[in-house]
């Protein structure tokens, strides 16, 4: 069952992608996710087994690479940690096939979208569930391949082109950093075996090495690489810009890019890893800094944008910033709470999105919409849970995570923490405001539509009404069920799959702070909506005003502009880049030094020199007899005075000089 649970994926993809013209479309629906809500079914019986049961299950399949102290096996772990995760993606990914079925009816490449579908699931199964390193950099490879292929499935359009290239690009920088760091865990610790590796970490917890002509402490080294993969592929700040831009895929890949898989790569990473980032105090400062960073980063960028999709693409990064942080805080069991949870009501909020853009002819603009509300109830009631679920809303499943990653931001005292515990609550705000934002601009507010776009519009059928119910009982009640089970104080329910130092779990002194302190959250949320009634509904002159004067146009171009980093990286990195492959690459290699060491120069020598070579052959037998005379005495020579001669010259030019003549002598033979 476990190994079936990891490969069925893989089988309906490939099934469907060599038999997609002989199945049909109905028929590569039906496989893909049959296959998937199989694995989904299986996940469940492995969660009670291996969770709940306190079992884990270890299943060495078969040997990979073995060659002297490197031995990588095909191996799988199930732990508490891989079962959560398993839940979490192939519930989602079965969803998300579901809705697909029908959001993507009518579009001709159809069965090579639902196999890549399944091929993201697979390669998301594979990462989670390896017991190596190597394993995981294989999953982790695949679901960049597959994401590169989903965000880029309608090929034809240029945007959704770009938008590929970029994130695959910005992961490739994050990949190097993890690779490096795979590399000297194997330098250290002889083996990528993860039950080995962290059993030996607390030996290494005081050792330095020489890193870049630099002696550094070698575990802040090798986690500090780690968690650069993790900022790739988690869209972290510096190399998060990849991730709004993956909207230019279809609405289904957006769903299952940032709530199940991809994106939350990352974050597991780094809670796998814990054994060795509690021993790496460095490396958490680091982390929880740029979770920090990032949370309100996204943000903040969130405020101003107008796109819909865009919208909950930034509110994903920000969301990442708090898990990310939470694990720097040496919380794991927090972090992969908020992981789980996050999962449903951004679903959720993506696949409604998709429902609004599929009512309103393929519109995403939100200011070209309004009024919704009347036409599109279900949808209405499915965005505002999800939206209420984000902000933290009491009692539904946001809150239950993010209010409690503040809270032991609040209680750890340390100079990072209290930076992320700031940072954190303005995010709250800032979160708050632009989910109301989206749900009045779209929703309540007046209609902006065209009249064209009006005369179609209508809910969303079946298919794709009942992943969005199904998510909403999720986004409502798997918060409240779980809260004690995954970080109620003392629970037991992670066993050995987490670990922190018994002086870093802050859950039981963040269950006494100040009431006080507690509800600021909440106050910030309801300030958040407050403000978008006011500014987008009630009073929207006010915000007119305030964006049109100066120092409002300027903080208002800088959040619309993502903070100017893309434009940094276009002109720092981008350009330069362009510069170097066309002016040196290209003109000065390529069609410089290379052609005239080819094609174009010494070729050209050769073959005139040959041509030449040519007059030498007269056809006069005295003129060849004078030339093996010539030859002859210098041979002589040459082995009369050998050892005068040898003392500057090689003996292999010595066999060099024998065989050319024998070949001159013969050559001159046959003429």
């Known amino acids: 069952m476990y190994l079936s649970l990891v490969f069925l994926p893989l089988f309906g993809s490939l099934t469907c992608l060599g038999f997609g013209r002989y199945l049909g479309f109905r028929g590569a629906v039906l496989v893909t996710t049959m296959c998937t809500g199989s694995a989904f079914l299986m996940s469940l019986v492995a969660f009670y087994e291996v969770a709940l049961c306190g079992s884990p299950v270890n299943v060495e399949l078969a040997p990979w690479f073995v060659s002297e102290l490197f031995d990588a096996y095909w191996g799988f772990m199930y732990d508490t940690l891989t079962a959560v995760m398993l839940v979490v993606v192939t519930s989602v990914s079965t969803l998300v096939h579901i809705y697909s079925s029908s959001y993507m009816d009518g579009d001709p490449h159809l069965p090579r979208f639902m196999s890549y579908l399944s091929l993201f699931t697979f390669f998301m199964l594979m990462l989670v569930t ?44 994050g990949d190097f950093g993890l690779a490096l760091g795979i590399m000297g865990v194997f330098l250290v610790f002889k083996t990528v075996d993860y039950t080995t590796v962290f059993a030996l970490a607390p030996y290494f917890q005081d050792t330095s090495f020489i890193f870049l002509g630099f002696e550094v402490p070698l575990l802040t080294t090798i986690c500090i690489l780690l968690f650069i993969g993790s900022v790739g592929k988690s869209a972290q700040l510096g190399l998060h810009t990849w991730l709004p831009d993956a909207m230019e895929g279809p609405t289904p890949v957006s769903a299952l890019i940032h709530a199940a898989t991809m994106v939350t790569a990352g974050v597991f990473l780094v809670a796998r890893c814990s054994p060795i980032f509690e021993y790496a105090p460095g490396a958490l ?41 939470a694990c720097g805080l040496s919380n794991y069991n927090v972090g992969v709470f908020h992981l789980a949870n996050h999962a449903f009501f951004k679903a ?22 309004g009024g919704l509300v009347q036409v599109l109830p279900f949808t209405y009631a499915m965005m505002t ?85 199904l998510l909403a009982f999720g986004s409502i009640f798997v918060g409240y069920m779980c809260k004690d089970m995954f970080i109620g104080v003392g629970t037991q329910f992670w066993g050995t799959a987490l670990y922190s130092l018994p002086s870093n779990t802050l859950l039981v002194e963040s269950e006494y702070i100040p009431q006080d302190i507690k ?39 800088f959040l619309n502009k993502r903070w100017l980093f893309d434009k940094v990286y276009n002109d720092v990195f981008g350009k330069n880049a362009l510069s170097f492959g066309y002016n040196v690459s290209f003109k000065s290699v390529d069609k410089g030094v290379l052609e005239m060491l080819g094609p174009y120069g010494l070729v050209v020598m050769f073959k005139n020199l040959s041509g030449q070579f040519k007059s030498l052959q007269t056809g006069y037998v005295y003129h060849y007899a004078f030339v093996m005379l010539i030859g002859l005495t210098f041979m002589l020579a040459l082995v009369g005075l050998w050892d005068v001669v040898s003392v500057y010259v090689d003996n292999r030019l010595y066999f060099i000089h024998l065989v050319t003549y024998l070949i001159i002598q013969a050559t001159a033979g046959e003429a």
């Open 130 to 173: 390896g017991d190596n390193f190597l394993q995981l950099f294989l999953g982790w490879e695949g679901v960049g391949l597959a994401s590169f292929l989903l965000i880029n499935f309608w090929y034809t359009r240029l945007g959704a082109n770009k938008s590929a290239v970029k994130a695959m690009l910005m992961n490739r920088v």
């Open 285 to 325: 400062a680091v982390v929880t800094c740029v979770g920090a960073m990032t949370a309100f980063f996204a943000a903040s960028t969130g405020l101003v944008q107008n796109d819909l999709k865009r919208v909950i693409a930034y509110s994903t990064c920000s969301q990442l910033g708090y898990m990310v942080f």
């Open 348 to 369: 959720l909020l993506f696949l409604g999105a998709g429902c609004v853009i599929h009512a309103v002819n393929n519109e995403q603009d939100m200011r070209k919409m």
């Open 385 to 469: 849970i999800g939206s209420l679920a984000l902000v933290g809303f009491p009692f539904l499943t946001g809150f239950y995570s993010k209010d409690a990653i503040l809270e032991v931001a609040y209680a750890r005292y340390s100079m990072s923490a209290e930076f992320a515990y700031i940072l954190g609550c303005a995010s709250a705000l800032c979160t708050s405001y632009y989910s109301f934002r989206l749900l009045v601009v779209t929703f309540l507010g007046p209609c902006n539509m065209h009249k064209s776009s009006m005369s179609g519009i209508h809910e969303a059928p079946l298919l794709m009404s009942l992943p969005l119910v």
């Open 519 to 557: 509800m600021i959250p909440l106050a910030l949320t309801g300030l958040g909506a407050v403000l978008a009634y006011t500014l987008n509904y009630s009073n929207v002159a006010s915000s007119y005003t305030f964006t049109t004067s100066y120092y409002g146009r300027m903080l208002y171009t």
